[in-house]
């Protein structure tokens, strides 16, 4: 039994029911219980906390705040002592544990990068003329639309953009694919527009679960095996092959195995995930089954963020229909394999993009990402086997299988096969979502989104966690290792186009605040580096100068922010001030 020291606080009857609906043991969520493997030696049987961030969400959702009542209910529920559960409830961005008063909503504001430059403050400035209770936070993955808002409701379900079923048509596709000699069209986006998001029926017409049952008749290992001679690395940010996660997993043995989407995208100027999420979720969950019958998983997850409502209602009833048609559950597609699917909603975090932090956040802990070794192939989810990818990945894993690996290799280049999604926003014509072959250059992607309005001072690759570069960039093959060569990166596929009319220091004074508040503060070297750049960007925007002292310091912040922070957060934090300092967007040192 825990050691809970609950406080007198009480719940309300609201409260208790709001949290009894989601922890019912009738509640679809309740899926999977597993023991947590804990390190000292000892196993937690029956474990519950995993529960924990669901019930956190229904009283966040229903009762419009969480009270200190409400979180004793919980605790005592779920056995997690209250200041465990506090500490949860403080972590995410999308949580309030103090009264909202009589306002019925809140309207989170985004203040990141596409946004900052669409003047995000004057728009929240109107929301709170009009009476909104507003906030200003990180990306909300609408940079499309910027400046972008995400409405958060008491007892009522958020709300989501009139247009958000639209995306940015990439046309220009077909005639670079024509000119490569494949007619073959689009990939990863072709079912957009095409396929009704909501209708199984609708995707199987299309071709849907063709590749799942292809996979299921090759078996796991030629899958894998398949995959790896496509060359398919992962499109989350890190580009890591896709075969060797998947084989790490299938080769361990004896204990239960996971899958999980990593659809946590949170990268500031990143929202291809959410395209294809509401567009397109039946092919998430297709994919995400390929891969957990493929190695040997039984438990499959979607962690989704929170500001994400109509991915996750059409992912929900993805997954129902899926399920209810034998394509989830005990006899997939009436193989014998068992694999079922549970989604869970990040609440407003941008660390739990990593792979680590995510499983702490499903687990019940905050999201803090762990120490490696032991990698998740063998110590993941719950202690257990576990692989996780990208939604991009998965869909890619889809054409694979159905077309083969020299089908996929076809367009892109040598050491970067296939096509990519690219995230386009900021100065530019058509924002949006386009997918080309690996190895487009930076120009010819940016004319195909209709090209830069005005004169272009600097593109930032990569997002926040990358770095800019300016027009003598434009010739740049767009694929790992040419940018990498380049200096810079393409992360989870950002462009962000920014013109001479924008203020660098104020974008940087933006970007440093957003690591320095999404930082988990575990590591030292983060948590106090974040926060002393962030004092140095502003510092040089009260003197209007960044002195030689100033610009050594930031280098050598990044130095051990690069060399001892535990996750990629850390090391990748300074790279738009260094870049911007490098090409003399900002504090040119005295």
């Given amino acids: 039994m825990a050691d809970l020291h609950l406080t007198i606080d009480n719940s309300t009857d609201a409260e208790r029911a709001a949290v009894d609906a989601v922890l019912s043991p009738d509640a679809r969520v309740v899926i999977h219980e597993s023991e947590r493997l804990v390190r000292g030696g000892m196993t937690r049987k029956n474990d519950r906390r995993h529960l924990l961030l669901p019930a956190?969400?229904?009283?966040?959702a229903d009762i419009g705040w969480i009270s200190a009542g409400g979180l004793n209910y919980i605790s005592d529920v779920l056995q997690v002592p209250p200041a465990e559960a506090y500490g949860v409830a403080t972590f995410y961005e999308l949580f309030r544990t103090e009264d909202p008063g009589h306002s019925d909503s809140t309207v989170h504001v985004c203040m990141d990068t596409s946004c900052h430059i669409a003047d995000a403050e004057a728009f929240a400035q109107g929301l709170e003329a009009d009476g909104k209770q507003v906030h200003r936070g990180p990306c909300l993955g609408q940079c499309e639309r910027a400046p972008a808002q995400f409405v958060q409701g008491r007892g009522a379900a958020d709300s989501v953009p009139a247009d958000a079923d639209n995306i940015a048509s990439p046309g220009a596709f077909q005639s670079i694919q024509r000119?490569?000699?494949?007619?073959?069209?689009?990939r990863l986006l072709a079912n957009i527009g095409v396929v009704d998001p909501t209708s199984l029926a609708s995707y199987r017409e299309h071709g849907g679960y063709a590749a799942l049952e292809k996979a299921l008749s090759m078996g796991g290992q030629a899958v894998i095996d398949e995959v790896r001679s496509a060359g398919l690395t992962g499109r989350g940010g890190a580009g890591f092959p896709t075969a060797i996660k998947w084989q790490g997993v299938a080769d361990e043995h004896g204990r239960p195995k996971h899958v999980i989407a990593n659809a946590d995208e949170s990268e500031p100027g990143t929202f291809k995930d959410r395209t294809l999420m509401e567009n397109d979720p039946f092919a998430l969950i297709e994919g995400l089954t390929i891969a957990g019958v493929s190695v040997g998983a039984e438990n499959g997850w979607i962690y989704i963020r929170g500001e994400y409502p109509l991915?996750?209602?059409?992912?929900?009833?993805?997954?129902?229909?899926a399920r209810t048609a034998g394509l989830l559950g005990d006899d997939v597609m009436g193989s014998g394999q068992r694999f079922d699917i549970e989604l869970r909603r990040g609440a407003g975090a941008y660390i739990c993009g990593e792979e680590t932090a995510l499983m702490e956040s499903i687990e019940g802990f905050r999201g803090e990402p762990r120490n490696k070794p032991p990698f998740p192939s063998t110590h993941g989810l719950f202690g257990e086997p576990t692989a996780?990818?990208?939604?991009?990945?998965?869909?890619?894993?889809?054409?694979?299988?159905?077309?083969?690996?020299?089908?996929?290799?076809?367009?892109?280049?040598?050491?970067?096969?296939?096509?990519?999604?690219?995230c386009l926003s900021g100065h530019v014509a058509n924002p949006g979502v386009y997918e080309v072959p690996q190895g487009t250059t930076l120009g010819e992607m940016i004319e195909i989104a209709g090209g830069a309005t005005g004169t272009t001072q600097a593109i930032l690759m990569g997002g926040a966690a990358g770095s800019f570069v300016d027009a003598s960039q434009l010739d740049m093959p767009l694929t790992g290792e040419d940018t990498r060569e380049r200096g810079t990166t393409l992360g989870s596929g950002v462009i962000t186009l920014f013109d001479d009319t924008v203020d660098f220091t104020s974008l940087l004074t933006r970007i440093t605040e957003f690591f320095k508040s999404e930082s988990c503060g575990q590591c030292v070297p983060c948590r106090v580096g974040t926060t002393r750049q962030h004092e140095v960007i502003v510092e040089m925007g009260n003197v209007g100068s960044l002195t030689a002292e100033r610009n050594t310091l930031i280098d050598d912040m990044a130095l051990a922010m690069a060399d001892a922070s535990i996750c990629g957060l850390g090391h990748t934090a300074a790279g738009a001030v260094q870049s911007a300092i490098r090409l003399g967007l900002i504090g040119n040192a005295v």
Avoid at 56 to 60: D, E, S, Y
Avoid at 391 to 419: D, H
């Fill in 56 to 60: 956190l969400h229904a009283l966040q």
């Fill in 388 to 422: 996780v990818n990208n939604p991009e990945t998965l869909l890619n894993a889809i054409y694979i299988v159905l077309n083969s690996a020299a089908a996929y290799r076809f367009v892109g280049t040598e050491k970067s096969p296939g096509t990519r999604l690219f």
């Fill in 179 to 186: 000119a490569a000699g494949d007619t073959g069209g689009l």
């Fill in 311 to 321: 991915s996750t209602a059409r992912l929900t009833n993805a997954i129902e229909q």
